[in-house]
């Protein structure tokens, strides 16, 4: 029998009492068989490890957009971060200018350095929070110390409590009320029209406010480091003990009580309670 011609012979029965079957299959259909169901099982594989390839694939591309997403978010965090400083720095900026503008108004001494500015350059945003949080400081420290000025200032007299024209000065002077001879004269006569406003001259406290011998009624004020204010011959009182006023604010009326001669205020400034001149407080 030739090679090409060779079968396997297969006896089939379909039941017990069928009849037997002789079934030929050549060798080479079973080569073929044999061959497609290798291809079959090749092409099976190659496509598991493609498909296990695009799935490791896939997770990697799933990871890598996490990680970019992570560093889109600390990036934006990175550059909100950057804002917040830059606008820190505009912010300290805008109050050295104006502090230095409040303080050149008050006739502060040219050439005080106001800490204008900030960091030309950022080489790391700890380095530039580090610079900001730095000028923040310096410009608290100044304007600590221009308010603390400013409030001293502002406790010192200065001026006229009344508007009107200068009569008798502090020191000696002629008696007013006749019989010749001179007497002490411990402040400032200011004559001016009767219910002209008195102002205090300076921030303080109130700590007599009523009647008193020679003086009529008086407000005295305490400003501070032993200063203290008298304003006399009022024709009303407009403050009470206790009560704080600012500089400019009305405390009284111009009267002529007490010992007077005509509508004034008798303005005294005293050191540790020892009057003193108060042409010293005018300016």
Not at 18 to 32: A, E, M, Q, T
Not at 189 to 194: L, V
Request: aromatic share 8%.
């Amino acid at each position: 029998m030739a090679q090409d011609q060779e079968f396997y012979a297969l006896i089939v029965a379909p039941s017990a009492k069928s009849k037997l079957r002789k079934v030929r299959i050549s060798l080479k259909l079973i080569r073929s068989s044999l061959i497609v169901l290798a291809a079959i099982t090749i092409l099976s594989l190659f496509g598991l490890f493609r498909f296990a390839q695009h799935s490791a694939l896939q997770l990697q591309m799933a990871s890598i957009s996490s990680e970019n997403e992570e560093l889109r978010r600390e990036n934006d965090a990175f550059r909100a971060n950057y804002d917040r400083l830059n606008n820190r720095i505009a912010v300290v900026e805008d109050m050295s200018q104006n502090l230095a503008r409040e303080m050149r108004n008050e006739g502060v001494e040219d050439g005080v350095d106001v800490g204008q500015g900030g960091p030309d350059s950022v080489d790391s945003m700890p380095e530039f929070e580090k610079r900001t949080e730095e000028l923040e400081r310096e410009i608290r420290q100044m304007a600590d110390l221009y308010r603390d000025e400013q409030l001293k200032l502002s406790s010192v007299p200065s001026g006229w409590p009344v508007n009107g024209f200068l009569t008798d000065s502090y020191g000696i002077r002629n008696n007013p009320f006749g019989g010749g001879g001179v007497e002490g004269h411990e402040g400032q006569d200011i004559a001016a029209a009767f219910g002209s406003p008195v102002k205090a001259t300076a921030d303080g406290l109130v700590v007599y406010a009523a009647s008193r011998s020679g003086y009529g009624n008086i407000v005295v004020v305490y400003h501070g480091d032993g200063v203290s204010t008298r304003f006399g011959h009022l024709s009303q009182i407009g403050v009470q003990p206790g009560q704080r006023v600012r500089r400019g604010e009305e405390i009284g009326k111009v009267g002529s009580t007490g010992r007077s001669t005509g509508p004034h205020c008798h303005y005294e400034v005293r050191l540790n309670n020892q009057p003193v001149d108060p042409m010293q407080y005018a300016q």
